[in-house]
């Protein structure tokens, strides 16, 4: 029984941790790429799963189509927010760049908020909602398809990056921007591109949440706990991201269950941070970050 | 993003509190209507701008950690809901006087400000920012759960102030004791900035390591900074909890933080006049969304369970249109409005 418990939580864990790891997967792509730390990610999460819903249960698209319509209406928004917000900052102090993504996220936030209202509401799910046995444990059948749908995702994106052309001169222009220009490489496209491929992740993560959770304006709040994985792993790497991600979603959702009797309700809430906590008095530049060497 | 002052002719110019005999009447003048205030104005006004006041005091705290010293923090909320509860928990359990539970509400804030100082020796830029996040959200959570001493969500009432037998229980005489202290904060800080450890501090923010090669404990400065803006912002939650006489979890959240930081971007990093105009702006800005959205409510009812969506949204614009447009804040705006009347009427 112990082990079942225990086989349970580890795949919610995974789960959760797999969405975690996709906004993980878009904080750290914009941040190498244009050294620019969106802390409107989660909102831009949220957003995809309300355009999402809007399409499939208003307009009664299938849910593919929907999924897919909306993919493209936020690859949209992404690109002009990043032209029109977010371009001019690039350079700019770290906490000038932090503010405008906080603002950013505020509208996005109270956008939404005043187009769908506060209530909370149900993105139907085309996965069957009886779960499914493994090893004598009950699994809900859409955390496994976010499971596997992450890990599909992420040897795309590992493909992506390792052989297109987009994806070496993403790399390059985070490396070192100036030298990108100097090779051709139309850098202002690249930076809108990491935004257009960043909103994508987040939608995707956005329409996994909503589909074992449900929707609501502050569901951002959810999403901002892909910054601990994010600086668990290091900043700049992505790896990093995904490992971050899948050991918070885990440690939190065992922390929730075992924990509990000790530490009261709702320690998983806050597992993330303090993991967070304990990895920055260590390893002050994540697990796998590029420590900097800095002179004067 | 600091704004230099103006051109100055020697030393003792530059170490100056009050640039010019012009300054230090129109300070003489902007205390005597501050006074006359509550006598003019409304129970609602003079509440809103006891509001300010604490913002005012908090937003200074601030401005000293992360406009002067650069280190940025998304915590600040924290700290004052660590002062607010200290003084709740001290006033309503233990009977503690107004005027014992605010300065220990100050000194509690400031030992957890030591606490969050020392990771962010070895921390920089973003992993400062997340590390003050997660010390924000595991406060508000222990506010929120730690039931048999914050009494979660139902929240700790507090009886009035008391100040040597003289009861302050109406806004109006509360007031006196904001501005008192709002005052105080503002000509605190603006002498610390003018001394040597406030630029030392600036040195640190602009950089560090230079700073440090040029004799500056960088240890010792950067935890100064944490204590005293700290130990303000504990003060200024203090007041908010003596002020509201009821406090709860929500006041002191995360999107708080952020308002914090909103008050010193808009009004001007690292300047005194800076911060107290940000903390107004960022105060009376709401009351303006109110004033506008509330007949809109009215008139659309399905709008009204959705019209907070609008001051969310407004905040977030504002935010974004200083940093794009004015990056030196509202203080940006008074400086140039003052080089142009400068030589007036002579165009150079």
């Given at each position: 029984?112990?082990?079942?418990?225990?086989?349970?939580?580890?795949?919610?864990?995974l789960?959760?941790?797999?969405?975690?790891?996709?906004?993980?997967l878009?904080?750290?792509?914009?941040?190498?790429?244009?050294?620019i730390?969106?802390?409107?990610?989660?909102?831009?999460?949220?957003?995809?799963?309300?355009?999402?819903?809007?399409?499939?249960?208003?307009?009664?698209?299938?849910?593919?189509l929907?999924?897919?319509?909306?993919?493209?209406?936020?690859?949209?928004?992404?690109?002009v927010?990043?032209?029109?917000?977010?371009?001019?900052?690039?350079g700019?102090?770290?906490?000038?760049?932090?503010?405008?993504?906080?603002?950013?996220?505020?509208?996005?936030?109270?956008?939404?908020?005043?187009?769908?209202?506060?209530?909370?509401?149900?993105?139907?799910?085309?996965?069957?909602?009886?779960?499914?046995?493994?090893?004598?444990?009950?699994?809900?059948?859409?955390?496994?398809?976010?499971?596997?749908?992450?890990?599909?995702?992420?040897?795309?994106?590992?493909?992506?990056?390792?052989?297109?052309?987009?994806?070496?001169?993403?790399?390059?222009?985070?490396?070192?921007?100036?030298?990108?220009?100097?090779?051709?490489?139309?850098?202002?496209r690249?930076?809108?591109?990491?935004?257009?491929?960043?909103?994508?992740?987040?939608?995707?993560?956005?329409?996994?949440?909503?589909?074992?959770?449900?929707?609501?304006?502050?569901?951002?709040?959810?999403?901002?706990?892909?910054?601990?994985?994010?600086?668990?792993?290091?900043?700049?790497?992505?790896?990093?991201?995904?490992?971050g991600?899948?050991?918070?979603?885990?440690?939190e959702?065992?922390?929730?269950?075992?924990?509990?009797?000790?530490?009261?309700?709702?320690?998983?809430?806050?597992?993330?941070?303090?993991?967070?906590?304990?990895?920055?008095?260590?390893?002050?530049?994540g697990?796998?970050?590029?420590?900097?060497?800095?002179?004067? | 993003?600091?704004?230099?002052?103006?051109?100055?002719?020697?030393?003792?110019?530059?170490?100056?509190v009050?640039p010019?005999?012009?300054?230090?009447?129109?300070?003489?003048?902007?205390?005597?209507?501050?006074l006359?205030?509550?006598?003019?104005?409304?129970?609602?006004?003079?509440?809103?701008?006891?509001?300010?006041?604490?913002?005012?005091?908090?937003?200074l705290?601030?401005?000293?950690?992360?406009?002067?010293?650069?280190?940025?923090?998304?915590?600040?909320?924290?700290?004052?809901?660590?002062?607010?509860?200290?003084?709740?928990?001290?006033?309503?359990?233990?009977?503690l006087?107004?005027?014992?539970?605010l300065?220990?509400?100050?000194?509690?804030?400031?030992?957890?400000?030591?606490?969050?100082?020392?990771?962010?020796?070895?921390?920089?830029?973003?992993?400062?920012?997340?590390?003050?996040?997660?010390?924000?959200?595991?406060?508000?959570?222990?506010?929120?759960?730690?039931?048999?001493?914050?009494?979660?969500?139902?929240?700790?009432?507090l009886?009035?102030?008391?100040?040597?037998?003289?009861?302050?229980?109406?806004?109006?005489?509360?007031?006196?004791?904001?501005?008192?202290?709002?005052?105080?904060?503002?000509?605190?800080?603006?002498?610390?900035?003018?001394?040597?450890?406030?630029?030392?501090?600036?040195?640190v923010?602009?950089?560090?390591?230079?700073?440090?090669?040029?004799?500056?404990?960088?240890?010792?400065?950067?935890?100064?900074?944490?204590?005293?803006?700290?130990?303000?912002?504990?003060?200024?939650?203090?007041?908010?909890?003596?002020?509201?006489?009821?406090i709860?979890?929500?006041?002191?959240?995360?999107?708080?933080?952020?308002?914090?930081?909103?008050?010193?971007?808009?009004?001007?990093?690292g300047?005194v006049?800076?911060?107290?105009?940000?903390a107004?702006?960022?105060?009376?800005?709401?009351?303006?969304?109110?004033?506008?959205?509330?007949?809109?409510?009215?008139?659309?009812?399905?709008?009204?369970?959705?019209?907070?969506?609008?001051?969310?949204?407004?905040?977030?614009?504002?935010?974004?249109?200083?940093?794009?447009?004015?990056?030196?804040?509202?203080?940006?705006?008074?400086?140039r409005?003052?080089?142009?009347?400068?030589?007036?009427?002579?165009?150079?």
């Open positions: 029984m112990g082990f079942q418990i225990f086989f349970q939580l580890t795949i919610t864990g789960a959760w941790g797999s969405v975690y790891a996709c906004i993980a878009g904080f750290v792509l914009i941040f190498k790429s244009t050294d730390f969106n802390f409107a990610q989660p909102e831009l999460m949220m957003l995809g799963a309300y355009m999402a819903f809007t399409l499939i249960t208003m307009l009664r698209l299938p849910f593919v929907g999924f897919f319509l909306a993919l493209i209406l936020m690859a949209l928004i992404a690109a927010v990043e032209m029109m917000v977010i371009r001019p900052m690039v700019e102090p770290v906490l000038a760049v932090i503010m405008v993504t906080l603002g950013l996220a505020n509208v996005l936030r109270g956008m939404t908020g005043l187009i769908w209202g506060y209530e909370e509401l149900q993105l139907p799910t085309p996965f069957p909602s009886d779960p499914i046995m493994l090893f004598g444990a009950a699994i809900n059948q859409a955390e496994i398809y976010t499971i596997l749908a992450t890990a599909v995702l992420l040897v795309i994106f590992f493909l992506f990056f390792k052989y297109s052309q987009a994806g070496i001169s993403m790399r390059a222009a985070a490396e070192d921007t100036k030298t990108a220009f100097l090779m051709g490489i139309n850098v202002k690249v930076f809108t591109g990491s935004w257009v491929i960043a909103s994508l992740v987040a939608t995707i993560a956005g329409v996994f949440l909503a589909s074992f959770t449900f929707l609501e304006p502050i569901m951002g709040h959810t999403g901002l706990k892909a910054l601990p994985a994010i600086i668990l792993g290091g900043l700049d790497s992505i790896h990093g991201a995904v490992i991600g899948l050991i918070i979603g885990v440690a959702n065992l922390a929730g269950f075992y924990l509990e009797d000790y530490l009261g309700s709702g320690i998983n809430e806050i597992t993330a941070y303090v993991i967070v906590l304990i990895v920055m008095m260590i390893r002050p530049y697990l796998f970050g590029t420590k900097e060497i800095e002179r004067v | 993003m600091a704004v230099t002052r103006f051109c100055t002719r020697s030393y003792r110019q530059d170490l100056r009050f010019s005999p012009a300054a230090k009447i129109l300070l003489v003048l902007g205390g005597l209507f501050l006359c205030l509550p006598f003019m104005a409304g129970r609602y006004v003079v509440f809103v701008l006891c509001v300010c006041g604490v913002s005012v005091i908090g937003a705290g601030l401005n000293i950690l992360t406009g002067y010293t650069g280190l940025i923090s998304l915590g600040h909320a924290a700290f004052m809901g660590i002062g607010a509860y200290t003084a709740a928990v001290g006033a309503a359990k233990a009977g006087p107004f005027l014992a539970a300065p220990l509400a100050g000194i509690v804030a400031a030992a957890a400000g030591a606490v969050v100082g020392v990771p962010t020796l070895r921390l920089k830029g973003l992993y400062l920012v997340v590390t003050t996040l997660a010390f924000q959200f595991i406060v508000e959570h222990v506010i929120y759960h730690w039931e048999s001493l914050t009494q979660s969500d139902r929240g700790i009432s009886p009035p102030a008391e100040i040597f037998g003289l009861k302050l229980d109406t806004y109006e005489s509360f007031y006196y004791v904001i501005v008192i202290l709002a005052v105080a904060t503002a000509l605190f800080t603006k002498n610390l900035a003018m001394s040597r450890t406030g630029r030392a501090l600036v040195a923010r602009d950089r560090d390591i230079a700073a440090e090669i040029i004799g500056i404990h960088l240890a010792k400065y950067k935890i100064l900074a944490f204590v005293v803006s700290s130990f303000i912002a504990g003060v200024a939650g203090a007041l908010y909890a003596y002020l509201l006489g009821l709860g979890p929500d006041h002191f959240t995360f999107n708080q933080s952020v308002l914090y930081i909103a008050m010193i971007i808009v009004g001007g990093m300047t006049l800076g911060s107290i105009i940000g107004l702006f960022m105060v009376l800005l709401p009351e303006v969304i109110n004033a506008v959205s509330g007949p809109l409510a009215s008139a659309y009812p399905i709008l009204a369970p959705r019209i907070g969506g609008i001051s969310v949204t407004v905040y977030g614009l504002v935010i974004i249109l200083f940093l794009l447009l004015e990056p030196n804040g509202l203080f940006g705006i008074w400086i409005i003052k080089r142009y009347w400068k030589p007036w009427p002579f165009t150079y």
